[in-house]
């Protein structure tokens, strides 16, 4: 019996020799091939069914007597495919893949690649072939793909280029006529540059038409982002302007606009312009007084002064959601100034930040400290910042805060070793360069030498008075 | 009373923030001055012409309260000393420090006493005779650093006091006295 289909050639190793672009898409394994007309042409039986874009390629499996048996359809030569019948039979069989193939007058598949006479005039008859998938591929999948690679007709394009190169090139330059665009060893052969140009020039063109497609849209909202921001300026400028005419006088109505539109502005992210000038933003107005209220408890809890972050995190916490902004916080603090509220918010030489009670005052703080650096445990061993935090109440780093602006006043004198950052009281303003030993009676440094000399530290001079 | 050797030591030698350079300006000029005066002192009855900072220097650690001036105390308070005229640097590096807790004018007329206490008017000597001879021991110019000697011997000589010459070696320095 004659082979009902095409043939398809085969590397050494069993490969399908794909045709110029030809691409697999899909296979199946152990599938029967059956032509409707099974008395004249054999069965296919158990073997790989392979998809590609052009072709559907049966390859016989390993333990087949012939490997020449290997056949193709070319998807050309499909006139139909039909769904997929879903009937209680279907269930108990194999998947089956049924479609039309147009057959030529020898009653074989028609293909259309061999002879260009026949190209207008194809076979008249088609035929029902059944590909019975006895394996476990995806039959609904390949079936997807079928249709896809079938309506994609990809070999209508490599037939255009392969004609024109044909005519371009003369006689002699393919072997087969038309699609015929590999040689026996199974690479692919170039049929002529012009061929090649060609389909770089359209792939280009297509890939500039998209292009051109996707950035219609962008080009449309970057118009309008730049008609908003241009809106947005717009508004700014009236605001600012609107503020410098204030003496003039507002109305009551002008204000409530441009409140609302300074909420509207901060509310997309702009800041208010007219926040230096005037109180400020309404929202930050209400912030400020909420946030004075707020830390009045911890101020109290750390003894009068907390350190700025520590606030931020307590107020933040306490919020829970519609958390503020460290710049938020900064501003709030800064708008203090310009209300009655208690507290207040300063800044320390170091940098660092806290808020206090406007009540709190140094001369109190110094006062403690001094207290406490010249009881004779502190006049003879100094005080750290974390003996001071404790005497006084307050948190570790505050107390550094106070005990380096004591420094600075020339309450305190420091002394760095390898004990670590202590501070003295300073004795250095009571003793007189040209007359280093004389010792004053009831000064401070007559406190500290007796407090000292009875650890047995031999020191200078006593004082006039003999103890 | 505390003593480094026989030197007796301040009452506040042994206040530990003596022995960190304060950094408040204020409170820091006192403390410069107070070393400044202290060093002085301290060379002059000593008799220690030249300070080098990087040896060991009894002045500037107390054991007692466990405290040592920092490289950059030390410079600090010598470099006022220099900015003030009562020391110089002996090299660039700052690492040794000449002491003049005579200013070398002062010494020019320590030297001219001694040479009309002694009616050396006209007289020559070398300039090893004039530090460590018989007639300097018991005065201040006994064991007189030699640079400081020479520097005063210099203005002296500029002033038309005394003239200097050289002998065949650096011992044989000498000095015409025209007092």
Redesign the interface.
Known sequence: MSNFFSKAEVTSSGRPVLLHNEVECHLLSAVDLEPEDHRHFSLLKSGLLILTTHRLIWLPSSSASTPTSASAIPLAAISHIFSSKKSLKSVFHSPRIRFQVLVSSDGRVFDPSSGSGSSSGSGSRSVVVTAVIRGKGDCDGFLVKFWDSWRARAWETTKISSSGSGSASGSGAATGIGGGLYSSDGSVRMVGVAGILRKEQEMWESTDKSLQDAFQDLNALMSKAKEMVMLAEKMRQKLLSGTSSQTSGTNDEDMGSKEEMQDWLLSVGIISPVTKESAGALYHQQLSRQLADFVRIPLERAGGMINLIDAYCLFNRARGTELISPDDMLQACSLWEKFDVPVMLRKFDSGVMVIQNKSHSDEEVFARIKSLVTKPEALRTGISPTDAAMTLGIAPAMAKEHLLTAESKGLLCRDISPDGFRFYINLFPEIDPCNMYFVKDYGICSTWIKAVSTTGLGIGERSSTFR | ??KLGDF??????????Y??L???R??RE??I??W???ILDYCRTQKIFIVRLEEEFPLFSNS????TLSHEAREAFLSALVAEGRAEWLDKGRRNCLILWHRIQEWADIIVNFVKDNGFEDSVMTVEEIRSGIESRGTELHGIDRTILMRALKLLEQKGKLAIFKGTSTDDEGVKFSV
Not at chain 2, 64 to 67: P, W
């Open positions: 009373m505390q007796k030591l301040p009452h506040f030698f042994n206040y530990p923030p022995f960190t304060q950094p408040v204020e409170t006192k403390q001055q107070l400044k005066e202290l007692v309260i466990e405290r």
